[in-house]
């Protein structure tokens, strides 16, 4: 059997038209051999949702994105159409969740299936109930925001602060008090600077003869054979010591014998009473006259 030419053209064409069709919907990850339901949420914003964004239930994927439509004249303006296997079935309450996919802020759709028995399902094509779930970028730019805006107000209220305070006269006015004490200071350290300069090699060369003379001191006191002549001291006193133990000695004497002692003082109180008599009757004792007078 022979075929013309335009059949086998046709043929290229349709087989062509299928590898495209296939091959298209493989690369978008749909396995065109596989069954699916397909449902739909409305949303007030994408947050940057895609066609072709995975689906998932707790974390593993069961479909896709297929298609998103908008009617900007509408609140919720944001149609997104998903197709899940035919396996799942999605009991009421279940909802469509657009959360965040991977730190890189990718988003994706998540479908909250709740436990239990459940008594009904959903049919295909129906509408799902959605929310929104903030992702870690979106927590970090909200608390960052928060947190940039009270910095913000801070950083207003100390310049506000600093500008009051610079605007004030007592402020100028310490300014100059720290210019004049500064000044004087350095006036001071000039000063001091050259009093160091003049006095203080002379106040080395006093310090080197003062440390000379200590030494030339403690030369003539190492000279003067000083252990000699404590020795000597010592003799001494314990030559005193043995001569006032001796009583027969004039020191023993005078120390020992209260007969002495007593004799010493009553010619003291004799001398003493002498002396008194004397003041009190002098013509006992002393005869004077210029002339002359006979004796009674």
């Known amino acids: 059997m022979k075929y013309t030419r335009e059949f086998k053209v046709g043929v290229l064409a349709v087989i062509s038209a299928c590898v495209l069709y296939f091959g298209f919907h493989f690369l978008k990850g749909v396995n065109v051999f596989s069954p699916v339901k397909s449902y739909y949420g409305i949303y007030a914003t994408v947050n940057g949702l895609t066609e072709q964004a995975p689906v998932y239930v707790r974390g593993y994927k069961v479909g896709q994105v297929d298609h998103i439509s908008y009617d900007f004249t509408r609140e919720k303006a944001f149609m997104v159409h998903i197709s899940v296997e035919k396996s799942i079935m999605l009991p009421q309450e279940t909802q ?19 436990c239990g028995n459940a008594q009904s399902y959903y049919e295909t094509g129906a509408e799902l109930p ?25 950083i207003d209220s100390l310049v506000v602060t600093i500008n009051e305070q610079l605007s004030d006269s007592n402020l100028y006015q310490s300014l100059s008090h720290i210019n004049r004490l500064t000044a004087d200071l350095e006036h001071s350290a000039q000063d001091i600077r050259g009093i160091t300069k003049q006095q203080l090699p002379n106040l080395i060369s006093s310090a080197d003869s003062m440390m000379q003379n200590i030494d030339a001191v403690a030369q003539d006191i190492q000279q003067a054979n000083l252990p000699v002549t404590v020795q000597k001291v010592d003799d001494a006193v314990d030559a005193l010591s043995e001569a006032l133990k001796d009583e027969n000695s004039t020191l023993g004497l005078l120390l020992h014998d209260n007969k002495l002692y007593n004799t010493i003082t009553e010619t003291i109180v004799s001398a003493d009473s002498l002396i008194v008599d004397l003041k009190q009757h002098p013509k006992r ?3 004077f006259s210029l002339f002359g007078k006979k004796e009674k």
């Open 96 to 114: 469509m969740i657009l959360v965040s996919d991977g730190l890189l802020g990718g988003k994706a759709i998540s479908l909250n299936i709740p």
């Open 130 to 154: 959605t929310c929104i779930e903030n992702g870690l970028i979106e927590d970090l730019e909200q608390n960052i925001m928060a947190k940039l805006g009270v910095t913000i107000q801070n």
């Open 285 to 287: 004792y002393v005869h």
